[in-house]
């Protein structure tokens, strides 16, 4: 499978008050590359992620044996993009034990909301900008995926970005862990 380099979540553990809840911080990594989001879909029927994701622009995601039990996913954009839209995607995770061993069959994820394939909101208006790029604000239902034990995801287009203008090609997809 000719995919991007492997990118690994990586997170830090704060303990709260007396009760001792957890949080688990860490960056956000890209799962697709910016111009990965307007190709033509990865992803057809049925759904194959070991050969129909096979683009360099897509990164298998790692979580190792972090304590993550979700993934929130956040798409960039042009910050100069008009009626942004598409760029729907879909998630794949399975266990990899990384010793030779158990390598388990990529299974179809869905996010808290029930849904197996996510668009993301582009909202040109709200979106927060660094200037260059907008960012989709992360919705608690919809981009929040059960990792289900798994520790290692891939993220396959389903749909291809599109605007009226700016430029599709920027578009991506972040991934993080919590």
């Not at 009760?19 to 992803?43: H, N, R, V, Y």
């Not at 390598?103 to 260059?132: M, V």
């Not at 700016?166 to 997809?173: R, V």
Request: proline letters at 4%.
């Amino acid at each position: 499978m000719a995919i991007g380099d492997d990118k690994a979540l990586t997170g830090s553990y704060d303990r709260g008050g007396p009760s001792f809840p957890a949080s688990f911080k860490g960056p956000w990594q890209t799962a697709i590359d910016a111009g990965g989001l307007d190709d033509a879909a990865d992803l057809s029927t049925p759904f194959v992620p070991t050969t129909q994701i096979a683009t360099t622009s897509r990164h298998k995601i790692s979580i190792g044996d972090s304590l993550f039990t979700s993934l929130l996913t956040s798409a960039f954009y042009d910050a100069a993009a008009t009626t942004p839209a598409g760029g729907t995607f879909r998630v794949f995770g399975r266990f990899n034990d990384r010793s030779g061993g158990t390598q388990e069959a990529y299974r179809a994820l869905k996010n808290r909301a029930g849904n197996l394939t996510r668009t993301p909101p582009f909202d040109a208006t709200n979106d927060a900008s660094d200037g260059t790029l907008k960012y989709t604000t992360v919705d608690q239902n919809e981009d929040v995926w059960d990792t289900l034990g798994c520790n290692e995801f891939l993220f396959g287009t389903t749909a291809a970005h599109t605007v009226s203008t700016g430029s599709a090609a920027l578009a991506g997809l972040n991934v993080k862990g919590i």
